[in-house]
């Protein structure tokens, strides 16, 4: 007996527009007739692109319910690299979706793939089921009832969350108050968000300080830049400290208050995730509740 459709589903997938929104960050548009069956449950909402071959053969896995399953089967010299990505947009009734990757040289398929792309070039995407009636998942934008400070963190890799994320608020008709701090490898990969008026945004280039770990200006901006509200939830229990004991540090953690006025969302590389989380719940005494942390990459891999 059929179990009904799967949560998520294979998607084949062409390039139709591909445009440089900064030198770091390309918005590629693309195509299937199947996107009317795609769904997109948050403004974070993660998918995986699966990509061609090293000798530039496109991916071809075969849809049968268990996509994961049958990647793993794959010898590895014909198993497709896949990387996570946002769902920055899809627009099913049109057949179209969104995504904005980093450029980053040749170094890794994804940035190597973007790159060089042509229109009418292949792939494929691992992404929610529209068909599926269960509860979504692949995303961490849970802001609780009755939030009105939000707090956003992001370097380059999450950047497009967030501003999927500053989107959906700016349709709402009284939005919270935003924080927002995004590092960015160069001065030219700033844009401009001052339509946003209901967020104070702070653009971090790295290479202002060419030598810092990555996600340390993200720390010293919030050190000095950070006005945490004085109804945000804060840890009353000292034994709660516990959970900084570096062998109790995990990278992806997500928030989950009933209700409060104060709401964070981080996402960088993974040491920046760990040296913020630190400096909220130790040094600002917030409610790890209150956080969705997620350690986006590793700078180490």
Same mark, same amino acid.
């Given at each position: 007996?059929?179990?009904?459709? &799967?949560? @998520?589903?294979?998607?084949?997938?062409?390039?139709?527009?591909?445009?440089?929104?900064?030198? &770091? %960050?390309?918005? +590629?548009?693309?195509?299937?007739?199947?996107?009317? =069956?795609?769904?997109?449950?948050?403004?974070?909402?993660?998918?995986?692109?699966?990509?061609?071959?090293?000798?530039?053969?496109?991916?071809?896995?075969?849809? =049968?319910?268990?996509? @994961?399953?049958?990647?793993?089967?794959?010898?590895?010299? /014909?198993?497709?690299?896949?990387?996570? @990505?946002?769902?920055?947009?899809?627009?099913?009734? !049109?057949?179209?979706?969104?995504? #904005?990757?980093?450029?980053?040289?040749? =170094?890794?398929?994804? &940035?190597?793939?973007?790159?060089?792309? /042509?229109?009418?070039?292949?792939?494929?995407?691992?992404?929610?089921?529209?068909?599926? #009636?269960?509860?979504?998942?692949?995303?961490?934008?849970?802001?609780?009832?009755?939030? /009105?400070?939000?707090?956003?963190?992001?370097?380059?890799?999450?950047?497009?969350?967030?501003? &999927?994320?500053?989107?959906?608020?700016?349709?709402?008709?009284?939005?919270?108050?935003?924080?927002?701090?995004?590092?960015?490898?160069? +001065?030219?990969?700033?844009?401009?968000?001052?339509? @946003?008026?209901?967020?104070?945004?702070?653009?971090?280039?790295?290479?202002?300080?060419?030598? !810092?770990?990555?996600?340390?200006?993200?720390?010293?901006? *919030?050190?000095?830049? *950070?006005?945490?509200?004085? #109804?945000?939830?804060?840890?009353? #229990?000292?034994?709660?400290?516990?959970? *900084? /004991?570096?062998?109790?540090?995990?990278?992806?953690?997500?928030?989950?208050?009933?209700?409060?006025?104060?709401?964070?969302?981080?996402?960088?590389?993974?040491?920046?995730?760990?040296? $913020?989380?630190?400096?909220?719940?130790?040094?600002?005494?917030?409610?790890?509740?209150? $956080?969705? %942390?997620?350690?986006?990459?590793?700078?180490?891999?």
């Amino acid at each position: 007996m059929s179990s009904g459709p &799967s949560s @998520y589903k294979i998607f084949d997938v062409t390039l139709k527009e591909s445009v440089a929104m900064t030198p &770091s %960050l390309q918005h +590629c548009v693309f195509y299937s007739e199947d996107v009317a =069956n795609m769904a997109r449950h948050a403004p974070d909402q993660r998918i995986k692109v699966v990509l061609p071959l090293a000798g530039g053969e496109p991916p071809c896995l075969v849809d =049968n319910g268990g996509w @994961y399953p049958a990647w793993l089967a794959l010898p590895a010299e /014909r198993r497709p690299p896949m990387r996570t @990505y946002t769902l920055r947009n899809v627009r099913p009734a !049109q057949g179209e979706l969104d995504i #904005d990757f980093v450029r980053n040289g040749d =170094n890794g398929p994804a &940035s190597r793939w973007v790159n060089h792309a /042509r229109i009418g070039d292949r792939l494929q995407l691992i992404a929610p089921n529209a068909a599926f #009636d269960g509860n979504g998942s692949g995303f961490e934008w849970l802001p609780p009832d009755g939030v /009105r400070q939000v707090l956003l963190v992001a370097d380059e890799t999450a950047l497009p969350a967030a501003l &999927s994320i500053l989107e959906s608020l700016s349709a709402q008709a009284s939005p919270p108050q935003v924080q927002a701090f995004f590092e960015v490898p160069l +001065c030219t990969d700033v844009q401009a968000l001052d339509h @946003y008026t209901f967020a104070k945004i702070h653009w971090l280039p790295r290479e202002e300080q060419p030598h !810092q770990p990555y996600g340390q200006s993200l720390l010293a901006a *919030l050190q000095t830049r *950070l006005q945490i509200p004085d #109804d945000a939830p804060r840890t009353q #229990d000292e034994a709660a400290q516990g959970i *900084l /004991r570096p062998e109790l540090e995990q990278m992806w953690e997500s928030a989950a208050p009933a209700h409060s006025a104060f709401y964070g969302w981080i996402a960088c590389e993974s040491s920046g995730v760990k040296a $913020l989380r630190r400096y909220l719940i130790h040094s600002c005494g917030l409610q790890r509740e209150t $956080l969705s %942390l997620m350690a986006y990459w590793c700078h180490s891999r």
